[in-house]
């Protein structure tokens, strides 16, 4: 169980294509109920989702992810049908939960609103009565952003006063929604090797910028470039619980590996953490060898 219901260690994401974009690897892509898309992708395995799937490292994620047991869940259980005249949150993310029933299941859908309104915890609940695939998760969705959901799943979800629980109707059925922590949207992208190249030669750049290289130690041997740390992806359980003890989530943050794969992923789990902007380099040190510094060896 996931979120406030138990502690899980937190995993890299996979390399999967999603419909869902910038934050596809987030859990979502295998929650199509929800999705605003026309055909659901493949989904990526479950032990390789990520973003609402992984235990955070970093305290920016707020209390709604803690271990249960830590600390009382948010106490706040009011019950509102509307979010009128709350704040749409332009520009942030949203931690979300939800629970699903049926088009016609209006009496349970009352019954769920009485035991909540009681005190009962909505991720209890959807793992009893929720249809979402997400009910395994306690209802969890993890962080998303909008224009991932179907619309008016995503007004309810970014219009919502915090911890309390929202009802709206889809196409898919009657959801109850529960935002618990909202934050900054994060910023994801490429940079071409030319541009990091024209960086690089500010040495004020390599001081100040966090540069991460991602590859196994006898490939940073045949070819490096300066000020890079090696963070090799097979040791991630070693590095990736005290991530934010050794970085900065607030500064920029560029990842390299040998042809930008094993980078996107570091980069999208940065990313679910709270760093706010990471560059992923686009074809890894092999581009950057062969468009901007040849005397970077390639193999």
């Known amino acids: 169980m996931l979120g406030l219901r ?24 295998r929650r199509a109920p929800l999705l605003a898309v026309a055909s659901p992708a493949p989904s990526p395995p479950a032990a390789l989702s990520l973003l609402a799937s992984a235990r955070p490292i970093s305290a920016a994620w707020g209390s709604a992810m803690r271990p249960a047991g830590e600390q009382p869940r948010p106490s706040t259980r009011v019950l509102c049908t509307a979010a009128s005249g709350s704040v749409p949150r332009e520009g942030k993310e949203v931690l979300v939960q939800h629970l699903l029933v049926g088009e016609k299941d209006a009496r349970l859908l009352v019954d769920l609103e009485k035991s909540i309104a009681s005190g ?22 993890g962080w998303v952003r909008r224009g991932q959901m179907v619309p008016e799943f995503e007004e309810a979800a970014f219009s919502a006063p915090l911890n309390k629980v929202v009802r709206c109707k889809t196409k898919f059925g ?74 900065n989530p607030q500064k920029d943050t560029y990842v390299l590996c040998h042809h930008g794969m094993r980078s996107m992923q ?34």
């Not at 009962?120 to 969705?141: T, Y």
């Not at 991602?214 to 070693?238: I, Y």
């Open 6 to 29: 138990a502690t899980r260690a937190a995993r890299l994401p996979c390399p999967y294509p999603s419909p869902c974009s910038p934050a596809s690897l987030s859990g979502l892509a």
């Open 266 to 299: 570091v980069a999208k789990w940065l990313q679910s953490q709270g760093f706010q902007k990471i560059y992923n380099v686009a074809g890894g040190i092999h581009a950057y060898s062969v468009k901007a510094d040849s005397s970077i060896p390639t193999y």
């Open 174 to 247: 009657w959801h109850l929604v529960q935002v618990l922590s909202e934050r900054d949207q994060c910023l994801l992208q490429d940079i071409q090797p030319e541009e990091l190249h024209a960086k690089m030669q500010d040495p004020s750049f390599i001081e100040e910028a966090q540069l991460i290289d991602v590859r196994e130690p006898d490939e940073v041997e045949r070819a490096f470039l300066p000020g890079f740390k090696v963070l090799p992806l097979r040791q991630f359980g070693t590095w990736g619980p005290v991530m934010t003890d050794e970085f």
């Open 120 to 141: 009962a915890d909505l991720s209890d609940l959807a793992v009893e009565h929720s249809l979402c695939p997400s009910k395994e998760d306690g209802g969890m969705l």
